[in-house]
């Protein structure tokens, strides 16, 4: 009797260790892993929107999941995604994994052109002189009453944290830091911009422009408003998309293999006997 339940409790450790992923309510549109081991490209595995490398952007190991992209603001550093992504009139989730230790403006994901009250961007240590937060993170999308939203917990200790932004139109923007709630406050709509969605940067006047220092990695980008429940299994999973085929076993594939486990014991439990 003892020797059955102890297979069956070994069986049971064997299978825990799948990822399975929340519910899906919010889509994926984009993902890009930062994996690459060269080159100019940083692929998106789900949309196919790839980005430009420029400036002296380089993909480095350490990453907290494979490789990274490592930026600099003083060479001009960024990954230039194109015209994508407005989001003027929808909900919209982004999810990023920061490693910096520099104090001053660090721009994460952004489309937003300097001095124009339009678009949006995710952030570090603040966006203007008066307002700054040092080490926090913060979110902008600033039309038209420039709601700037800062959070609570230091970001800018140089280990690895999950930044998260849930933008509901009409509702609220959320700002999750490592998996927690950071900061709250009421959105703002998002105004029209003809500046690029840029990782590592945003685009002063017409130019695209490096304003982030420190590595990037791990950035997803979903229409739809992720859930508390989707932002944490996001960063106990790293390197992982919800929804993105690659990334997650299909649930049939799980319900296979857990077939193949109930058999295995069986014939071990026969053999036994």
């Given at each position: ?7 069956l ?6 299978v ?17 892993t ?6 100019t ?8 929107q ?16 494979g490789?990274?992209?490592?930026l ?17 009139n929808?909900n ?13 403006d660090?721009?994460?994901v952004?489309?937003?052109t ?24 913060g ?5 038209p009453?420039?709601?700037v ?15 998260a ?8 923007s ?8 950071d ?13 690029p969605?840029?990782?590592?940067g ?11 220092t420190g590595?990037?990695?791990?950035v ?29 076993p299909?649930?049939?594939s ?20």
């Open positions: 009797m003892n020797f059955n339940k102890i297979i409790v070994t069986g049971a450790i064997a825990s260790t799948f990822v399975i992923a929340p519910v899906q309510a919010a889509t994926i549109l984009s993902h890009w930062f994996d690459e081991t060269g080159g490209i940083a692929a998106d595995s789900v949309g196919g790839n980005g430009i490398l420029q400036g002296n952007a380089t993909l480095v190991g350490g990453g907290i999941s490789n990274a992209i490592s600099s603001q003083a060479t001009n550093d960024l990954v230039n995604m194109g015209n994508i992504y407005g989001f003027t929808s919209f989730s982004i999810s990023a994994w920061i490693n910096s230790t520099v104090l001053n660090n721009f994460v952004a489309r937003h300097a001095g124009i009250v339009s678009g949006y961007m995710v952030f570090v240590n603040g966006i203007n002189p008066g307002e700054r937060q040092l080490t926090k993170a979110f902008y999308a600033p039309f009453n420039r709601h939203l800062h959070g609570n917990t230091t970001v800018t200790d140089g280990d690895w944290h999950q930044i932004v849930v933008y509901e139109q009409g509702g609220n959320l700002l999750y830091v490592d998996g927690i709630l900061a709250i406050t009421a959105s703002d709509p998002i105004g029209a911009t003809s500046a969605f840029l990782v590592g945003v685009a002063v006047g017409s130019q695209p422009t490096g304003l982030y590595l990037i990695d791990d997803q980008v979903y229409s739809g408003a992720l859930s508390a429940s989707d932002i944490q299994f996001l960063y106990h999973n790293p390197g992982v998309a919800i929804g993105e085929s690659s990334s997650i299909e649930p049939s799980i319900l296979g293999i857990l077939s193949l486990g109930v058999l295995g014991i069986g014939a071990a439990l026969k053999r036994k006997s």
